[in-house]
């Protein structure tokens, strides 16, 4: 980071804070298991019309852009809300030096561009200006390692082998792009995007609930999760029906490549944290909607 005139000062144990203009970055490395690059945007929703407009696009965030994840922080008043973004990463099995540079320069610049975009969507909630900065991904010749902790690209060929060698099963449902699979009843979609390079695992629940009666208690959930938990992304959607979508999103870039130990990682990670977002939202849906699970023995 230094390399890059960029310079943390210490804020916690095992947390560094970076102010910028218009945010305040936190890089937090108290998890052993992941890491995390965290930001609070200075906009501040002080009435409920701007919690709204807040809350919209936190919503929109998380359903349409690729990182980071958002959602809306209540100051300490309780009365006043903010706005928190952040990027996590799976350290299982570490990180080589070129990751950990990736994963730092891709944040912030996926950070950074989401507050730059605020400023221009609201911008009576704060006066700083931001900046955007950006990478394009490169494909480059590899040589497969021979050992399991080198990393090399990773395509939905690869993700697919890995997938199923780790004992799942998955359908192809578009050649080199999409698969589909079911794992402990829930519908996972695992897919690249347009460009492969970025990986995600999403899992997928949509109810017979109509979206204009469940958006609003689920965005509630939804906002809940990803302010306590690291991963996965939860948000909300409505379908083609007009029926309420809920989604879990587990994206990892893929650009500095993934050792076989990686690999194995973040499809543990992606399955087994979609799977806990679903029970999540599900339990909530039964509090809040009344919703009935089918599958349940209390019907």
């Given at each position: 980071?230094r ?5 943390f ?5 095992g ?10 970055f936190?890089w ?18 002080r ?12 919503a ?7 990182g980071p ?23 299982l ?13 891709t944040?912030?610049?996926?950070i950074?561009g ?18 955007k900065?950006?990478g394009?991904?490169?494909?480059v ?6 050992d399991d902790?080198?990393p ?14 780790m ?11 999409a698969?589909g ?11 690249f995007?347009?460009?492969g ?10 109810p ?6 469940g958006?609003?208690a689920?965005?509630?959930?939804a ?12 948000y ?12 879990a999103?587990?994206?990892v ?7 076989n ?19 999540y ?8 909607l ?7 023995d209390?019907?």
């Amino acid at each position: 980071m230094r390399s890059r005139d960029v310079r943390f000062g210490d804020y916690n144990e095992g947390e560094l804070a970076y102010l910028t203009p218009n945010a305040a970055f936190f890089w937090n490395a108290t998890n052993p298991q992941i890491l995390q690059l965290r930001a609070q945007w200075r906009g501040i929703a002080r009435t409920p019309e701007q919690f709204g407009e807040l809350a919209r696009e936190v919503a929109t965030c998380n359903s349409t852009r690729t990182g980071p994840k958002a959602y809306v922080a209540p100051l300490e008043d309780g009365t006043q809300y903010g706005l928190i973004a952040e990027c996590n990463i799976v350290v299982l099995s570490g990180l080589t030096q070129t990751q950990l540079d990736h994963f730092f320069e891709t944040s912030m610049s996926m950070i950074m561009g989401f507050f730059a975009d605020l400023e221009v969507t609201l911008p009576g909630f704060v006066d700083w200006a931001g900046e955007k900065c950006g990478g394009a991904a490169m494909n480059v010749p590899f040589v497969v390692p021979e050992d399991d902790t080198t990393p090399y690209p990773a395509d939905f060929e690869r993700v697919v082998a890995g997938i199923r060698d780790m004992g799942y099963a998955l359908d192809v449902i578009e050649e080199g792009r999409a698969g589909g699979a079911i794992f402990d009843r829930i519908p996972f979609l695992v897919s690249f995007d347009a460009a492969g390079r970025f990986l995600s695992i999403r899992a997928l629940w949509e109810p017979d609930i109509p979206a204009e009666t469940g958006e609003h208690a689920m965005f509630a959930t939804a906002d809940n999760w990803n302010r306590e938990k690291y991963f996965p992304t939860v948000y909300t959607a409505t379908t083609p029906e007009g029926k309420l979508g809920v989604y879990a999103d587990f994206v990892v870039d893929t650009k500095p490549g993934l050792s076989n130990d990686q690999l194995r990682d973040v499809i543990a990670s992606g399955i087994s944290t979609g799977i806990a977002a679903m029970q999540y939202v599900k339990e909530s849906a039964t509090e809040a909607l009344g919703w009935v699970n089918p599958e349940s023995d209390e019907r």
